[in-house]
């Protein structure tokens, strides 16, 4: 069946630092691949999409590249803000399908 | 506007009653469903509902039952509540179909104590 495995967290950064948050897949087909991201006390919300192999998704300094030869979702931002801390989930949908599939999710901590 | 929207936000109750919650969508999209997150923020889907009827069911205790009365709406209710069902339910909508992503749009969560 379909799958998500991404990095445990808690990741915590200094300010500006480099962030990579790993996600690997496991799919029949060619889902569509998604970053989510849930802040304090809130609902998910969609950060990133990318819908076929070598898309790009980008939002917010975010971006995450679908990589279907290393069936990778990887996330990464060049500079992270205190404003990033949240949760990160990476997930995975067939198209056409119902089924969203999530991974564990990540804990980002941004220290100022 | 709130996209989603569901209630109550904060749920406290005794092991052994029974407690509803409510979801609205005004995205117009034809697919709703909630999902439970437990402490450790593991998000599992539970039921799925495309134009009314249910298509997703995921071993879920029969103790939970969703109902659908239009396409906008999708409630939730628990019978004989215990303590492990404590958690946070979100409700979410998205558009079905080949040309669409499936993205999910969630409510703010309703987080259920039972103590």
């Known amino acids: 069946g379909n799958s998500v495995t991404q990095m445990e967290g808690p990741v915590t950064l200094s300010e500006e630092a480099f962030l990579t948050i790993n996600c690997t897949y496991t799919?029949?087909?060619?889902?569509?691949l998604f970053w989510y991201v849930q802040y304090p006390g809130e609902g998910l919300q969609l950060l990133l999409k990318a819908t076929k192999a070598d898309d790009k998704g980008s939002n917010k300094g975010f971006e995450a590249t679908y990589r279907k030869e290393t069936t990778s979702f990887h996330l990464e931002k060049g500079s992270v803000q205190v404003s990033d801390s949240a949760v990160y989930f990476c997930?995975?949908?067939?198209?056409?399908?119902?089924?969203?599939?999530f991974g564990a999710g990540t804990r980002l901590f941004v220290k100022a | 506007d709130t996209a989603v929207s569901q209630t109550p936000k904060y749920l406290v109750t005794q092991m052994g009653n029974d407690k509803s919650i409510k979801c609205e969508q005004n995205?117009?999209?034809?697919?709703m469903y909630w999902y439970k997150q437990d402490s450790k923020k593991f998000l599992k889907i539970m039921f799925s509902y495309n134009n009314k009827e249910l298509i997703i069911n995921e071993t879920v205790p029969n103790r939970f039952s969703p109902k659908s009365p239009d396409k906008a709406h999708l409630n939730l209710h628990i019978n004989s509540l215990e303590l492990g069902d404590s958690a946070v339910y979100f409700c979410?909508?998205?558009?079905?179909?080949?040309?669409?992503?499936?993205?999910?749009?969630f409510g703010e969560g309703s987080r259920l104590t039972v103590l």
């Open positions: 995205l117009g999209h034809d697919t």
């Open positions: 997930a995975l949908q067939n198209t056409g399908g119902f089924k969203t599939i």
């Open positions: 799919a029949t087909g060619y889902p569509s």
């Open positions: 979410a909508s998205s558009q079905a179909g080949v040309s669409n992503t499936g993205e999910l749009f």
